[in-house]
């Protein structure tokens, strides 16, 4: 089902009033986790007002160490859907377990599978019957092959609204937090019609970076890019390193705009 033999065009993911997929690109932007309802409604004007059309933020953090932040949980998806009210920015947010399922996709917009359960096949199966759009990880040290058969869970399930997302694997390589493999955007372009997006934010792990890997990913063909943003970066529970400013957000912005009218 996920094959370009299955589907030969390019699949349209119609969320709202947006269509992800077709190259059209989005820019899916927010803190890395919500952390108080200021936080995230500063958040989201400022990620709008800069061409963001989705707002992400996790109430459900997946953290290495079970004693660091785990999220705010309904709390976090509460102040989601306000943001979503005031802004008019579409809302996407991680699932972590597959009894929550029908909670997360009553406030989001758009479920995400994280890296580290893009092979939990319970939670697979049941983000398949939860009727919103799914965007899915690539697992840390998951095979493109592997990574396909994981969205094939999903639409096997009945869900045809599935979005790949690379955020980089593990290499020998220590200087970035992952390896952003870039490659991904055409090999999964010639294999599928699902819509790619990249996370250079986590793909890279260092807020430097991240600006010169999107343009790298969207000249790549990106349908679109998932970016970290904080409005205090030294002060966030999570993330910090990897997270942009509300103001380098918005010269990276104004930056692609100028490259995708140039491609
Ligand atoms: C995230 O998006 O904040 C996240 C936890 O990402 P990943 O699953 O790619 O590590
Ligand atoms: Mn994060």
Request: glycine share 8%; charged share 25%; net charge negative.
């Amino acid at each position: 089902l996920v094959s370009r033999e299955f589907h030969p065009t390019d699949s349209i993911i119609r969320i709202g009033d947006q269509e992800i997929g077709g190259r059209r690109v989005h820019v899916m932007a927010g803190p890395c986790a919500v952390e108080s309802r200021s936080q995230i409604l500063e958040t989201a004007q400022a990620v709008r007002e800069a061409g963001a059309t989705f707002l992400r933020g996790g109430a459900f953090k997946p953290r290495t160490s079970p004693y660091s932040f785990q999220g705010l949980e309904e709390e976090g998806l509460r102040y989601l859907a306000e943001a979503r009210e005031k802004t008019g920015l579409l809302v996407i947010t991680e699932v972590i377990d597959a009894r929550d399922v029908p909670l997360v996709a009553d406030y989001a917009d758009v479920l995400q599978i994280g890296a580290r359960n893009m092979q939990n096949f319970i939670l697979l199966k049941e983000v398949a019957k939860c009727g919103k759009p799914v965007l899915l990880k690539r697992g840390p040290s998951a095979t493109l092959e592997e990574w396909m058969m994981a969205a094939e869970y999903i639409m096997d399930g009945g869900n045809y609204q599935v979005m790949f997302c690379e955020r980089g694997i593990r290499t020998f390589e220590s200087y970035t937090r992952n390896t952003l493999d870039l490659s991904m955007v055409p090999a999964l372009h010639a294999l599928s019609h699902l819509p790619v997006i990249i996370d250079p934010s986590h793909g890279t792990g260092k807020w430097h970076l991240v600006h010169p890997m999107a343009k790298a990913a969207l000249a790549a063909g990106a349908d679109g890019l998932i970016v970290e943003v904080h409005p205090h970066p030294e002060k966030a529970v999570s993330d910090g390193k990897q997270s942009l400013t509300p103001e380098r957000f918005q010269m990276m912005m104004a930056d692609l705009v100028r490259l995708t009218s140039a491609l």
